[in-house]
């Protein structure tokens, strides 16, 4: 009897890893991804500029009329930088962010139908 109880909670607990795991999200463009309200965030420091990748159940967010504000916390430095509407649906900043390791990162961002969100990074 123990045996079949052991296999029953064995197969539960695969279950429901198994479906946690199909509803996770993963990082797309090798960023650092966060959800707020089931919405994808992605995070990515690129060699120009930083780029925030949004999605809503893998689907890309429109971001045509968004904008908003990315700051960067590194120790008692601290650095601002406006998000503009870029290319394949993101939100970009107008140069290189300094995304150091350890740096937190917090984007404020305003949708063009008046909804705003704030995103919270670390960058490890």
Known sequence: ???HYAILGLCLSLAVCAQALAHGAHAKHGGI???????????????????????DHGQPVSTAGAGGKLTILNGSEKTELLLAPGPDQTLVTPGKAPLHK???????????????????????
């Open 33 to 55: 991804l966060q959800s707020v309200d089931d919405v994808d965030f992605e995070l990515v420091n690129g060699a120009e500029r930083a780029s925030l990748y949004i999605s």
């Open 102 to 124: 350890g740096a937190k990162a917090i984007a404020s961002i305003l949708f063009a139908d008046q909804r705003t969100l704030n995103v919270r990074f670390s960058v490890k």
């Open 1 to 3: 009897m123990k045996k």
